[in-house]
Protein backbone atom coordinates (compact mmCIF):
# COMPACT_ATOMS: atom_id res chain seq x y z
CA UNK A 1 0.00 0.00 0.00
CA UNK A 2 3.16 2.31 0.61
CA UNK A 3 6.29 2.33 1.17
CA UNK A 4 7.64 2.93 4.66
CA UNK A 5 11.14 3.86 5.96
CA UNK A 6 12.63 4.20 9.50
CA UNK A 7 16.17 4.78 10.49
CA UNK A 8 15.69 4.36 14.07
CA UNK A 9 18.76 1.61 14.58
CA UNK A 10 20.34 5.16 15.05
CA UNK A 11 19.81 5.65 19.54
CA UNK A 12 17.49 8.41 20.27
CA UNK A 13 18.95 10.20 23.44
CA UNK A 14 16.09 10.51 26.02
CA UNK A 15 16.40 14.30 26.21
CA UNK A 16 16.35 15.24 22.75
CA UNK A 17 12.41 16.38 21.33
CA UNK A 18 10.95 15.18 18.51
CA UNK A 19 8.56 16.38 16.34
CA UNK A 20 6.53 14.73 13.26
CA UNK A 21 5.18 16.52 10.05
CA UNK A 22 1.94 15.30 8.85
CA UNK A 23 0.69 15.83 4.67
CA UNK A 24 -2.76 14.68 4.12
CA UNK A 25 -3.19 14.75 0.23
CA UNK A 26 -6.14 13.43 -1.81
CA UNK A 27 -3.86 10.26 -2.96
CA UNK A 28 -1.17 9.41 -0.09
CA UNK A 29 -0.60 10.58 3.27
CA UNK A 30 3.35 11.57 3.98
CA UNK A 31 5.14 11.34 7.43
CA UNK A 32 8.55 12.54 8.38
CA UNK A 33 9.88 12.38 11.88
CA UNK A 34 12.27 15.07 13.17
CA UNK A 35 14.59 15.14 16.55
CA UNK A 36 17.26 17.62 17.56
CA UNK A 37 20.53 15.85 18.61
CA UNK A 38 23.42 17.88 20.17
CA UNK A 39 21.88 21.28 18.67
CA UNK A 40 21.50 19.15 14.40
CA UNK A 41 18.23 18.60 13.02
CA UNK A 42 18.05 14.76 12.51
CA UNK A 43 15.74 12.21 10.32
CA UNK A 44 14.20 9.50 12.57
CA UNK A 45 11.99 8.01 9.48
CA UNK A 46 9.74 9.08 7.23
CA UNK A 47 6.66 6.96 5.63
CA UNK A 48 3.97 7.32 3.06
CA UNK A 49 1.04 5.40 2.65
CA UNK A 50 -1.33 5.47 -0.83
CA UNK A 51 -4.96 6.21 0.19
CA UNK A 52 -6.71 4.48 -2.93
CA UNK A 53 -6.72 1.26 -1.29
CA UNK A 54 -8.73 2.92 1.21
CA UNK A 55 -11.74 3.33 -0.87
CA UNK A 56 -10.96 0.05 -3.01
CA UNK A 57 -9.37 2.32 -5.53
CA UNK A 58 -5.84 2.16 -7.23
CA UNK A 59 -2.75 2.97 -5.93
CA UNK A 60 -2.26 6.67 -7.18
CA UNK A 61 -5.66 7.25 -7.64
CA UNK A 62 -7.15 10.44 -5.71
CA UNK A 63 -9.91 9.99 -3.18
CA UNK A 64 -11.90 11.31 -0.91
CA UNK A 65 -11.92 9.32 2.69
CA UNK A 66 -14.48 8.86 5.50
CA UNK A 67 -13.33 10.21 8.72
CA UNK A 68 -13.09 6.88 9.84
CA UNK A 69 -11.01 5.67 6.81
CA UNK A 70 -8.78 8.84 7.50
CA UNK A 71 -8.03 7.83 10.61
CA UNK A 72 -7.35 4.14 9.71
CA UNK A 73 -4.73 5.34 7.09
CA UNK A 74 -3.30 7.91 9.37
CA UNK A 75 -2.90 5.28 12.03
CA UNK A 76 -1.60 2.75 9.40
CA UNK A 77 1.28 4.96 8.00
CA UNK A 78 2.09 6.06 11.67
CA UNK A 79 2.59 2.56 13.29
CA UNK A 80 4.69 1.16 10.08
CA UNK A 81 7.04 3.60 10.07
CA UNK A 82 7.90 3.39 13.62
CA UNK A 83 7.15 6.89 14.61
CA UNK A 84 7.67 7.58 18.05
CA UNK A 85 6.67 11.22 18.69
CA UNK A 86 3.66 12.20 20.36
CA UNK A 87 4.10 15.57 19.12
CA UNK A 88 3.11 16.55 15.81
CA UNK A 89 2.34 19.30 13.33
CA UNK A 90 -0.53 19.29 10.39
CA UNK A 91 0.02 20.87 6.80
CA UNK A 92 -3.53 22.23 6.24
CA UNK A 93 -4.84 21.65 2.81
CA UNK A 94 -4.84 25.29 0.59
CA UNK A 95 -7.97 23.77 -0.18
CA UNK A 96 -9.08 23.99 3.23
CA UNK A 97 -8.04 28.12 2.93
CA UNK A 98 -8.26 31.28 1.62
CA UNK A 99 -5.28 33.56 1.20
CA UNK A 100 -5.04 36.52 -0.46
CA UNK A 101 -2.51 40.17 -0.42
CA UNK A 102 -3.63 43.37 -0.56
CA UNK A 103 -2.04 46.51 0.04
CA UNK A 104 -3.50 49.78 2.96
CA UNK A 105 -3.77 53.11 2.09
CA UNK A 106 -2.96 53.77 5.64
CA UNK A 107 0.03 55.65 7.97
CA UNK A 108 2.93 53.82 9.30
CA UNK A 109 1.43 53.85 12.95
CA UNK A 110 -2.14 52.96 11.87
CA UNK A 111 -3.73 49.75 13.60
CA UNK A 112 -4.64 47.51 10.78
CA UNK A 113 -6.61 44.78 12.69
CA UNK A 114 -10.04 46.50 11.85
CA UNK A 115 -9.22 47.36 8.05
CA UNK A 116 -7.76 43.77 7.96
CA UNK A 117 -11.00 42.57 9.06
CA UNK A 118 -13.26 44.63 6.94
CA UNK A 119 -11.55 43.93 3.83
CA UNK A 120 -11.29 40.15 4.90
CA UNK A 121 -14.98 40.59 4.58
CA UNK A 122 -15.04 41.55 0.92
CA UNK A 123 -12.20 38.62 -0.07
CA UNK A 124 -13.50 35.71 1.76
CA UNK A 125 -16.56 33.98 0.54
CA UNK A 126 -17.78 32.55 3.90
CA UNK A 127 -18.98 34.31 7.32
CA UNK A 128 -15.99 35.46 9.23
CA UNK A 129 -17.36 33.43 11.91
CA UNK A 130 -16.81 30.09 10.36
CA UNK A 131 -13.18 30.50 9.78
CA UNK A 132 -10.04 31.16 11.56
CA UNK A 133 -8.75 34.28 10.19
CA UNK A 134 -5.01 35.65 10.89
CA UNK A 135 -2.61 38.00 8.75
CA UNK A 136 0.76 39.80 8.44
CA UNK A 137 2.42 42.66 7.55
CA UNK A 138 4.79 42.25 4.51
CA UNK A 139 7.98 44.20 4.00
CA UNK A 140 7.35 46.30 0.49
CA UNK A 141 8.75 44.68 -2.49
CA UNK A 142 10.08 47.62 -4.28
CA UNK A 143 10.85 51.29 -3.40
CA UNK A 144 7.91 52.11 -5.92
CA UNK A 145 5.54 50.31 -3.33
CA UNK A 146 3.08 52.81 -1.86
CA UNK A 147 0.45 51.74 1.11
CA UNK A 148 0.77 49.12 3.42
CA UNK A 149 1.14 45.42 2.21
CA UNK A 150 -0.65 42.74 4.41
CA UNK A 151 -1.10 39.08 3.67
CA UNK A 152 -4.56 37.48 4.84
CA UNK A 153 -4.93 33.83 5.40
CA UNK A 154 -8.78 32.32 6.78
CA UNK A 155 -8.76 28.30 7.24
CA UNK A 156 -12.25 26.49 7.41
CA UNK A 157 -13.03 25.90 11.08
CA UNK A 158 -14.65 22.23 10.14
CA UNK A 159 -11.39 21.68 8.51
CA UNK A 160 -9.58 22.34 11.66
CA UNK A 161 -11.70 20.13 13.69
CA UNK A 162 -11.60 17.45 11.37
CA UNK A 163 -7.60 17.19 10.89
CA UNK A 164 -7.72 17.91 15.10
CA UNK A 165 -9.83 15.16 15.80
CA UNK A 166 -7.85 13.18 12.98
CA UNK A 167 -4.57 13.76 14.91
CA UNK A 168 -5.79 13.00 18.36
CA UNK A 169 -7.12 9.57 17.17
CA UNK A 170 -3.72 8.92 15.89
CA UNK A 171 -2.81 9.70 19.88
CA UNK A 172 -1.29 13.38 18.88
CA UNK A 173 -2.81 15.25 21.27
CA UNK A 174 -2.77 19.94 20.05
CA UNK A 175 -1.10 19.49 17.38
CA UNK A 176 -0.99 22.51 15.75
CA UNK A 177 -2.11 22.77 11.92
CA UNK A 178 -0.79 25.44 9.21
CA UNK A 179 -1.39 25.64 5.79
CA UNK A 180 0.68 23.64 3.51
CA UNK A 181 2.40 26.19 1.70
CA UNK A 182 3.61 27.91 4.59
CA UNK A 183 5.30 24.44 5.37
CA UNK A 184 6.56 24.27 1.55
CA UNK A 185 7.92 27.51 2.17
CA UNK A 186 9.94 26.68 5.22
CA UNK A 187 11.72 23.95 3.30
CA UNK A 188 13.92 26.35 1.00
CA UNK A 189 15.27 29.09 3.13
CA UNK A 190 15.15 32.62 3.15
CA UNK A 191 15.36 33.48 -1.13
CA UNK A 192 15.33 36.78 -2.08
CA UNK A 193 12.79 36.22 -4.89
CA UNK A 194 11.39 32.70 -6.13
CA UNK A 195 8.60 30.73 -7.93
CA UNK A 196 7.62 27.57 -5.78
CA UNK A 197 5.43 24.91 -7.73
CA UNK A 198 3.66 21.99 -6.29
CA UNK A 199 2.65 19.50 -8.55
CA UNK A 200 -0.18 17.32 -6.07
CA UNK A 201 -2.50 14.42 -7.60
CA UNK A 202 -5.25 16.88 -8.35
CA UNK A 203 -4.05 20.64 -8.09
CA UNK A 204 -1.15 22.55 -8.93
CA UNK A 205 0.12 25.42 -6.54
CA UNK A 206 2.50 27.98 -7.38
CA UNK A 207 3.74 30.36 -4.56
CA UNK A 208 6.42 33.62 -5.05
CA UNK A 209 8.28 33.96 -2.21
CA UNK A 210 10.19 37.53 -1.24
CA UNK A 211 13.10 36.48 1.49
CA UNK A 212 11.62 33.71 2.94
CA UNK A 213 7.55 35.45 2.71
CA UNK A 214 5.15 33.97 0.64
CA UNK A 215 3.42 37.09 -0.87
CA UNK A 216 1.37 35.07 -3.80
CA UNK A 217 -0.46 32.12 -4.46
CA UNK A 218 -2.32 30.67 -7.32
CA UNK A 219 -3.89 27.09 -7.90
CA UNK A 220 -5.15 25.57 -10.85
CA UNK A 221 -6.74 21.90 -10.62
CA UNK A 222 -4.94 20.11 -12.92
CA UNK A 223 -2.46 17.20 -11.38
CA UNK A 224 -0.89 13.78 -11.66
CA UNK A 225 -4.19 11.65 -11.92
CA UNK A 226 -4.86 13.44 -15.07
CA UNK A 227 -1.59 12.33 -16.49
CA UNK A 228 -1.47 9.05 -15.49
CA UNK A 229 -5.02 8.84 -16.69
CA UNK A 230 -3.54 10.37 -19.97
CA UNK A 231 -0.99 7.80 -20.00
CA UNK A 232 -3.43 4.73 -19.78
CA UNK A 233 -5.86 5.76 -22.37
CA UNK A 234 -2.89 6.10 -24.69
CA UNK A 235 -1.50 2.93 -23.89
CA UNK A 236 -4.81 0.93 -23.20
CA UNK A 237 -4.07 -0.32 -19.69
CA UNK A 238 -5.66 0.14 -16.36
CA UNK A 239 -4.74 3.26 -13.74
CA UNK A 240 -2.34 1.10 -11.96
CA UNK A 241 -0.47 -0.49 -14.48
CA UNK A 242 -0.19 3.29 -16.41
CA UNK A 243 0.79 4.64 -12.68
CA UNK A 244 3.63 2.62 -12.56
CA UNK A 245 5.05 3.61 -15.96
CA UNK A 246 4.64 7.09 -14.96
CA UNK A 247 6.32 6.87 -11.58
CA UNK A 248 9.13 4.45 -13.35
CA UNK A 249 9.90 6.24 -16.34
CA UNK A 250 13.30 7.70 -17.37
CA UNK A 251 14.48 9.05 -19.98
CA UNK A 252 15.70 6.45 -21.89
CA UNK A 253 12.28 4.12 -20.65
CA UNK A 254 10.11 2.73 -23.55
CA UNK A 255 7.08 4.90 -22.85
CA UNK A 256 9.01 8.54 -22.16
CA UNK A 257 7.31 9.79 -25.40
CA UNK A 258 3.96 9.03 -23.79
CA UNK A 259 4.31 10.18 -20.85
CA UNK A 260 5.90 13.14 -21.59
CA UNK A 261 3.13 13.90 -24.21
CA UNK A 262 0.44 13.04 -21.20
CA UNK A 263 2.20 15.66 -19.12
CA UNK A 264 2.23 18.58 -21.93
CA UNK A 265 -1.13 17.69 -23.04
CA UNK A 266 -1.86 17.67 -18.79
CA UNK A 267 -0.22 21.24 -17.99
CA UNK A 268 0.20 22.93 -21.02
CA UNK A 269 -2.96 25.29 -20.30
CA UNK A 270 -1.99 25.12 -16.47
CA UNK A 271 1.23 26.61 -17.18
CA UNK A 272 0.01 29.25 -20.12
CA UNK A 273 -2.06 30.42 -17.14
CA UNK A 274 0.93 30.75 -14.22
CA UNK A 275 2.65 32.45 -16.88
CA UNK A 276 -0.13 35.35 -16.83
CA UNK A 277 -0.31 35.30 -13.34
CA UNK A 278 3.59 35.47 -12.85
CA UNK A 279 4.30 38.15 -15.52
CA UNK A 280 1.15 40.58 -14.20
CA UNK A 281 2.57 40.03 -10.85
CA UNK A 282 6.22 41.12 -11.43
CA UNK A 283 4.95 44.35 -13.54
CA UNK A 284 2.83 45.23 -10.45
CA UNK A 285 5.78 44.90 -7.99
CA UNK A 286 8.42 46.03 -10.89
CA UNK A 287 10.51 42.90 -9.46
CA UNK A 288 11.67 39.79 -11.69
CA UNK A 289 11.78 35.60 -10.59
CA UNK A 290 14.92 33.98 -11.62
CA UNK A 291 14.20 30.64 -10.86
CA UNK A 292 11.81 28.46 -10.30
CA UNK A 293 11.36 25.52 -7.15
CA UNK A 294 9.33 22.71 -8.08
CA UNK A 295 8.28 20.07 -5.36
CA UNK A 296 5.21 17.48 -5.22
CA UNK A 297 5.38 13.90 -6.27
CA UNK A 298 4.43 14.65 -9.84
CA UNK A 299 7.59 16.71 -10.19
CA UNK A 300 9.80 13.86 -10.56
CA UNK A 301 9.06 13.39 -13.80
CA UNK A 302 12.46 13.66 -16.04
CA UNK A 303 11.12 15.76 -18.86
CA UNK A 304 8.75 18.19 -16.54
CA UNK A 305 11.63 21.12 -15.75
CA UNK A 306 12.08 21.40 -19.98
CA UNK A 307 8.64 21.67 -20.04
CA UNK A 308 8.68 24.12 -17.56
CA UNK A 309 11.80 26.02 -18.82
CA UNK A 310 10.14 26.41 -22.41
CA UNK A 311 7.08 27.51 -21.26
CA UNK A 312 7.93 30.04 -18.19
CA UNK A 313 11.37 30.98 -19.35
CA UNK A 314 12.39 30.59 -15.48
CA UNK A 315 15.77 28.00 -14.38
CA UNK A 316 14.09 25.00 -12.98
CA UNK A 317 15.33 22.97 -10.01
CA UNK A 318 13.82 20.24 -7.72
CA UNK A 319 13.57 21.60 -4.09
CA UNK A 320 15.54 19.11 -1.51
CA UNK A 321 13.87 19.11 1.79
CA UNK A 322 16.47 17.29 3.58
CA UNK A 323 19.40 19.20 2.58
CA UNK A 324 19.72 20.83 5.94
CA UNK A 325 18.86 18.09 7.76
CA UNK A 326 20.96 15.06 8.66
CA UNK A 327 20.60 11.46 8.09
CA UNK A 328 23.20 8.48 7.66
CA UNK A 329 25.06 9.25 4.10
CA UNK A 330 24.11 5.78 2.76
CA UNK A 331 20.44 7.40 1.98
CA UNK A 332 21.79 10.10 -0.10
CA UNK A 333 20.69 8.79 -3.70
CA UNK A 334 17.32 7.71 -2.08
CA UNK A 335 16.34 11.27 -0.10
CA UNK A 336 17.29 13.20 -3.29
CA UNK A 337 14.88 10.78 -5.06
CA UNK A 338 11.93 11.29 -2.54
CA UNK A 339 12.41 14.75 -0.81
CA UNK A 340 10.68 16.64 -3.72
CA UNK A 341 7.07 14.65 -2.41
CA UNK A 342 8.34 14.98 1.15
CA UNK A 343 8.37 18.80 1.20
CA UNK A 344 4.98 19.69 3.45
CA UNK A 345 5.79 17.14 5.50
CA UNK A 346 9.12 17.78 6.35
CA UNK A 347 8.08 21.30 6.16
CA UNK A 348 5.47 20.89 8.64
CA UNK A 349 8.31 19.20 10.99
CA UNK A 350 10.31 21.94 10.94
CA UNK A 351 8.03 24.45 11.97
CA UNK A 352 9.20 23.10 15.68
CA UNK A 353 12.34 24.38 15.13
CA UNK A 354 12.38 27.39 13.35
Known sequence: MGFFSSILELVTPKDTTSVLGVDIGTSAIKVVELEERSGVVTLVTYGEIQLGPYAGKALGAAVQLSPKQEQEALVDVVRESAVKSRSGVFALPLSASFISTTVFDAESDANLSALVRIEARKLIPASLSEVTL???EL?????KQSGRSVLIAAIQNTAIERFNVLMQFAGFVDAPTEIECFSTNRTIGKKKHAVVMDFGATSTKMYMTHNGILTRMHRVHVGGVQVTE???ASLDIDFAAAELIKQQTTAQSEHYTTV???YE???GRAL???RQVLDHYQTKID???PYLLMCGGASLFPGLNNQLFDRLNLQVELIDPFKNVAYPAFMEDVMRQIGPSFVPALGAALRHFS
Do not use: G, H, I, N
Open 139 to 143: EPMSS
Open 230 to 232: LVA
Open 272 to 274: REF
Open 260 to 262: KQA
Open 134 to 136: DWA
Open 287 to 289: TEF
Open 265 to 267: ATY
